[in-house]
């Protein structure tokens, strides 16, 4: 038998300019399942994403998606893409092992947790808004990483620049003064130790409430439980907006960052693979 993909109508653009095309998994002409492909439209068009690979039930165990994946990366090749990305949900054992199968590299995971009582921060430690002062050195720290994560997806180092000095322009728009965010610096003894970042309106993810975006301590004060207390800090502003689950991502190699979240009661709900198209 014989597994091709059908398009099941021309290649889409949205409004700004992002590509996507939607297939049928056939098996000698009969449809058995549905594949739909996108360019990423944070990283551009060096990047694919399969945002949906679904089998029929009574053709699962036959092959059927590991054939329509390695189909979905050539058509992507043919768009231009060097990379693709999968987003796996958390439980489906069958799909994470066809990816690992297809020699796709797990990256990162979702995490979410479900909020309870307000947390009470350890003795000595305390935190505060950042200042409008604070702000501009707080925005410019945080622009490496971000312009890392998208030039390890294959954007030119100019163009990650632009792309995420505009990201935060977006999320950000008033500074330190941006409605439904919490900015909070982590006081301890006196001394600031740290800052995090707590999306409370606009959550980028429909499964959460609110959202951390960024946790930093200071380098000379790390392994001294402060990204904990940091963690609690967030709840606490979570709560405190009226959302019941917090969220957040973090990379698959930061083990350390893993535990800590773990031990906080956090859940992985998705896990984000990557692979190279040679």
């Not at 653009?13 to 056939?26: K, L, M, N, Q, T």
């Not at 979410?112 to 009470?120: F, N, V, Y």
């Not at 994560?149 to 163009?159: H, S």
């Not at 792309?163 to 500074?175: F, H, I, T």
Request: hydrophobic residues 35%; contains cysteine; negative net charge.
């Amino acid at each position: 038998m014989t597994t091709t993909l059908r398009p099941t109508g021309p290649d889409q653009y949205d409004a700004d300019g992002v590509r996507s095309r939607s297939y049928e998994i056939c098996v000698n002409s009969r449809p058995v399942g549905l594949l739909r492909l996108t360019v990423d439209p944070q990283y551009g068009p060096v990047t694919g994403r399969v945002t949906q690979l679904v089998v029929d039930e009574r053709e699962q165990r036959r092959g059927r998606g590991a054939v329509a994946a390695l189909a979905a990366e050539e058509v992507l090749r043919g768009w231009g893409c060097r990379r693709v990305e999968i987003s796996v949900p958390a439980g489906a054992e069958a799909a994470l092992g066809l990816a690992a199968g297809l020699g796709y590299q797990e990256r990162s995971r979702s995490m979410i947790k479900e909020l309870a009582g307000r947390p009470r921060l350890p003795d000595g430690s305390t935190d505060r808004a950042v200042t409008e002062e604070e702000f501009p050195a707080w925005r410019e720290r945080g622009q490496p990483p971000l312009r890392q994560a998208m030039t390890d997806r294959g954007l030119p180092a100019e163009e990650a620049a632009r792309r995420a000095s505009e990201a935060l322009d977006a999320l950000l728009p008033d500074g330190a003064s941006t409605t439904g965010v919490a900015l909070r610096v982590l006081v301890h003894d006196g001394t600031d130790t740290g800052r995090i970042w707590v999306e409370l309106e606009r959550s980028p993810r429909e499964d959460c409430d609110a959202y951390v975006y960024e946790v930093e301590v200071d380098e000379a004060r790390r392994g001294l439980g402060h990204g904990r207390t940091l963690m609690l800090v967030a709840e606490r502003e979570a709560l405190a907006a009226g959302a019941h689950t917090l969220g957040l991502h973090v990379l698959t190699a930061n083990t350390p960052a893993l535990r800590l979240y773990s031990s906080l009661g956090y859940r992985v709900v998705e896990h984000h693979h990557c692979k190279a198209l040679l």
